[in-house]
């Protein structure tokens, strides 16, 4: 009996059942390169007249639509901006790494060391009408939609002087146009799309980016999220920084489909160098055009690396070895490749990009010091952004029965 039920069991010759993993759409091997795009015409004189520049043949992979051009024009007074904001970037969060080893900076804190090409990159492609919201690893973002540098190092130290008065930290920064840093992994990509259905219910031509690390992509939120923007054909942009590692765990071993931008199911996708500073910038005005021109939401997966641990208190080194750290390091860094677009194309030269990365330390100096000297808030500062300004009842009670305090 035992024989006759183990031979039904067994598939036909033939007709063995293939790992899931085979069955997935087939890709080339993405660039990731930082510094393999070429001019396709020589630079004109002129610092503001835009010329064409070719992406490698494999910076961008494409489901279910077609992929964005590999030619975009850039100017190169555009190079100098992009290079000026990452390096500044950078030296932000490496102030962070130091305040925080000075336990000056408590709690969470997670940097994007290595990751600059993304926030720069989105943010040369969208204007100040459109909106952004992410995980905790923020702090370039809330910088570049309006923040200030003094603000974010403040915040982190939970001064007064911090974008958010001190009271909400590393992952609570927010202005205008930036709805977060948000705490909760995966929850910010529901709210994205809840701020991309305001913006088609006002019948505005913009767009949300609603962003979420390679960690948070089996939250079961964010498929509910991705189902919605379908239905409702709303102007989001799903937005996966795969930067290849969770908290402690490869994206192989807690994704059984690593090709991010194919999870949306009806939803297209693209998935882009996220370590080419080009290569980021053409993509989300790609996103930019998807969306705003009717055609419903977008996921976009961003392959990119950080050099640092998930947050401070990783040291990143336990799931992966120092050599691959080193190995992206010296060879795909988004800064170095900007930098020798720069000066093999005759943008700039060595001397004005050290002037460049001098004055963004300097920058960022005064910013600390600014932070540092900002007092920590007073206890009557936890009374107040409970209501919107100007909502607030009367009174509110605190811990304990007899503890009021009066509007």
Not at 286 to 293: I, L, Q, R, Y
Not at 368 to 386: C, H, N, Q, R, Y
């Amino acid at each position: 009996m035992v024989a006759i039920i183990r031979s039904a069991l067994r598939a036909p010759r033939g007709f063995g059942i293939k790992p899931l993993r085979m069955t997935l759409p087939q890709f080339r091997s993405l660039q990731t390169d930082a510094d393999k795009s070429e001019p396709a015409q020589n630079l004109p004189s002129s610092g503001s007249e835009s010329f064409t520049v070719r992406l490698p043949d494999e910076s961008f992979h494409a489901y279910r639509c077609d992929p964005p051009s590999l030619e975009t024009e850039v100017t190169k007074d555009e190079l100098v901006k992009l290079y000026t904001q990452m390096t500044t970037m950078r030296r932000m969060e490496q102030a962070a790494d130091a305040l925080y080893k000075a336990k000056l900076i408590r709690g969470f804190c997670h940097l994007a060391i290595g990751q600059e090409a993304v926030s720069v990159g989105m943010e040369a492609a969208i204007d100040q009408n459109d909106r952004v919201i992410t995980s905790y690893r923020c702090h370039p973002f809330a910088v570049l939609r309006g923040g200030t540098i003094k603000g974010v190092l403040a915040e982190l130290m939970g001064r007064e002087a911090g974008m958010s008065r001190g009271k909400g930290g590393s992952m609570h920064i927010f202005t205008p146009s930036f709805f977060g840093g948000n705490g909760i992994v995966g929850a910010q990509v529901p709210v994205g799309a809840g701020i991309a259905l305001a913006q088609k219910y006002l019948n505005k031509k913009t767009v949300t980016f609603a962003m979420y690390g390679d960690g948070a992509s089996n939250q079961g939120q964010v498929f509910e999220a991705y189902n919605m923007a379908k239905l409702w054909n709303l102007p989001c942009v799903f937005v996966c920084e795969n930067n290849k590692y969770g908290m402690g765990t490869s994206a192989e071993r807690s994704s059984q489909n690593t090709q991010y931008f194919t999870r949306g199911d009806q939803i297209a996708g693209i998935q882009v160098n996220g370590m080419d500073i080009l290569a980021c910038r053409k993509a989300c005005q790609f996103a930019k055009e998807w969306t705003t021109s009717g055609k419903g939401p977008l996921l976009v997966e961003f392959v990119t690396y950080r050099y640092g641990g998930h947050s401070m208190s990783d040291p990143g080194t336990t799931y992966r070895t120092r050599e691959e750290i080193q190995q992206m390091r010296s060879s795909r860094d988004p800064i170095a490749g900007l930098k020798r677009y720069m000066l093999d194309w005759g943008v700039s030269d060595e001397a004005a990009l050290k002037a460049i990365d001098k004055a963004a330390k300097e920058e960022v100096d005064v910013a600390v010091a600014e932070a540092k000297e900002s007092p920590m808030p007073g206890l009557e500062e936890f009374w107040t952004d409970i209501y919107y300004k100007g909502t607030e009842p009367p009174f509110m009670r605190g811990r304990e029965k007899e503890e009021f305090h009066r509007y």
